[in-house]
T-cell receptor
Framework: AQSVTQLGSHVSVSEGALVLLRCNYS??????LFWYVQYPNQGLQLLLK??????LVKGINGFEAEFKKSETSFHLTKPSAHMSDAAEYFC???????????FGKGTSLLVTP | DAGVTQSPTHLIKTRGQHVTLRCSPI?????VSWYQQVLGQGPQFIFQ???????GRGNFPDRFSARQFPNYSSELNVNALLLGDSALYLC?????????????FGPGTRLLVL
């Protein structure tokens, strides 16, 4: 079954520092991978998605992620954190059937001044 | 353009009651999916509907049911509510349901069961 594991339930960075949120996937077929962000009391907003067109994927708000098949990873990065980046981040992979998204448990990003 | 809308935004019920949650997809989207997000966890897939037919079902009991209407809006019904059903219920829509399609999420309905 397709699944993702997010390493680190909480990550804290200083404003202006590099953001690195880790996601590893398990998939029996070429995966389609997604990163979503959830601000408090809101739904999920798509940051970016990987669909095999390019291994380096650029998303909104300055985020990007690199698909590394050899490491089964799809880590999310941003060169310089902003206070407004504080939120919950979810990595997800399409299920084998294609109908469902299988989400990780999420990583809470805290940005300190 | 309007995004995915859900109603109500908040709901309080007692154990044993029934609840109906509603979702309107983005205009032109034919697929609607439902997810349950328990506090502190990632969303869990409940159902997907496409063109009014159930395409997929997650590991949820039969107390959970859903349907999709001709205008592609959808309802999620939960019978015999349990305390553990307290969660944020998210609706997502997509144009179609192949694996690479992006699902766009609504703001959710927060259900509290007392």
């Amino acid at each position: 079954a397709q699944s993702v594991t997010q390493l680190g339930s909480h990550v804290s960075v200083s404003e202006g520092a590099l953001v690195l949120l880790r996601c590893n996937y398990s998939s029996s077929v070429p995966p389609y991978l997604f990163w979503y962000v959830q601000y408090p009391n809101q739904g999920l907003q798509l940051l970016l998605k990987y669909t095999s067109a390019a291994t380096l994927v650029k998303g909104i708000n300055g985020f990007e992620a690199e698909f590394k098949k050899s490491e089964t990873s799809f880590h999310l990065t941003k060169p310089s954190a902003h206070m407004s980046d504080a939120a919950e981040y979810f990595c997800a992979v399409n299920s084998n059937s294609g109908y469902a998204l299988n989400f990780g448990k999420g990583t809470s990003l805290l940005v300190t001044p | 353009d309007a995004g995915v809308t859900q109603s109500p935004t908040h709901l309080i019920k007692t154990r044993g009651q029934h609840v109906t949650l509603r979702c309107s997809p983005i205009s032109g989207h034919k697929s609607v999916s439902w997810y349950q997000q328990v506090l502190g966890q990632g969303p869990q897939f409940i159902f997907q509907y496409y063109e009014k037919e159930e395409r997929g079902r997650g590991n949820f009991p039969d107390r959970f049911s859903a349907r999709q209407f001709p205008n592609y809006s959808s309802e999620l019904n939960v019978n015999a509510l349990l305390l553990g059903d307290s969660a944020l219920y998210l609706c997502a829509s997509s144009w179609d349901s192949p694996r690479q399609e992006t699902q766009y999420f609504g703001p959710g309905t927060r259900l509290l069961v007392l």
